[in-house]
């Protein structure tokens, strides 16, 4: 004679099927999920090499516009994807602002210049747990954006003037201050080793 299994054993069975087949779905989904921030900014990289700026600069801003966007995710949107990823980030408006001054729009290339500084200023890394070499990959690409900021405005006047790094006009007003774009091994403190 067989024995019927009771209503508590089959709904324990049951239960434990369905649990199992959403959690191999979730884990389906988050296998074949691949960020569309690095899609976003490998294309942007792909139409600069080509020398396709318009379309660079509307991949480089779609990548930042959705690192902006994923910055206010929800909780379970948090729980089960990465967070964007801030450096990267700060390189789509680095190439933004490449793509913008290979286009001859310098006013907005130095926004995106800053954009791209204020995401990744170089010293915001030393509280974290990064390794010697992440750290000096991150510092070297803001210094990189901030000597290009320095070489617009040295090639254009016009622009420095309006963001107030312009040289002074009258040659009598010229103090020690150190002007975007001059070599720092000539001014007064330290400088850069490097240059000296």
Same mark, same amino acid.
């Given at each position: ?26 884990? $389906? ?10 899609? !976003? ?46 450096? $990267? ?29 204020? !995401? ?9 747990? $990064? ?9 070297? =690409? ?8 320095? $070489? ?7 622009? =420095? ?6 040289? @002074? ?14 070599? @720092? ?12």
């Amino acid at each position: 004679m067989q024995k019927n299994k009771s209503f508590a054993q089959r709904l324990a069975v049951t239960s434990t099927a369905v649990a199992g087949a959403i959690i191999f779905s979730i884990g $389906l989904c988050l296998h074949q999920w691949s960020d569309t921030q690095y899609a !976003l900014y490998n294309r942007g990289i792909a139409a600069y090499r080509a020398n396709d700026m318009q379309v660079a600069i509307k991949f480089a801003d779609q990548s930042l516009s959705l690192y902006k966007s994923r910055r206010a995710s929800t909780w379970p949107e948090r729980f089960f994807y990465p967070r964007p990823d801030k450096e $990267l980030a700060a390189q789509a408006a680095f190439l933004k602002g490449k793509a913008l001054l290979r286009s001859n729009q310098p006013s907005a290339a130095v926004q995106s210049f800053k954009e791209s500084l204020e !995401l990744n200023s170089g010293n915001l890394y030393l509280g974290r747990h $990064l390794s010697e070499e992440e750290f000096h990959r991150y510092y070297e =690409a803001a210094m990189v954006t901030k000597y290009d900021l320095e $070489l617009v405005f040295k090639n254009n006047p016009p622009q =420095a003037k309006k963001q107030g790094k312009g040289k @002074p006009q009258d040659k009598g007003s010229q103090g020690t201050t150190p002007v975007p774009g001059e070599d @720092p091994s000539t001014q007064p403190g330290k400088g850069r080793r490097d240059t000296i």
